[in-house]
């Protein structure tokens, strides 16, 4: 059976209230639960490249340094460079 292309949603947000500082935020709304074990490791290994963290508090993964284009732009290069789809909150040019 082919592998499927994992797909994802980068919903972004704004985290900037309360304690928390967010240079920038998503959450995913595309189901991960049928993803693999090593696509989860991909997945995190991405977000820690690009700069972002799961922010338990608010169910969303949040960057807090660097500038926000920059690191929204980091986060969808890193994702296709592994493979992923992004299906929703690509913001590369022509994307």
């Not at 690009?50 to 500038?67: D, L, V």
Request: aromatic fraction near 14%.
């Amino acid at each position: 059976m082919p592998q499927k292309t994992p797909q994802i949603e980068l919903r972004w947000r704004d985290e900037n209230y309360g304690s928390v500082y967010a240079v920038a935020a998503f959450r995913n709304y595309a189901g991960t639960f049928d993803w693999s074990e090593p696509t989860h490791q991909r997945f995190r290994g991405c977000l820690k490249r690009a700069g972002f963290a799961f922010h338990y508090g608010r169910c969303s993964y949040i960057a807090t340094k660097g500038e926000r284009a920059e690191r929204k732009r980091a986060l969808c290069d890193e994702l296709a460079a592994a493979g992923f789809e992004i299906i929703c909150g690509d913001v590369r040019e022509g994307q």
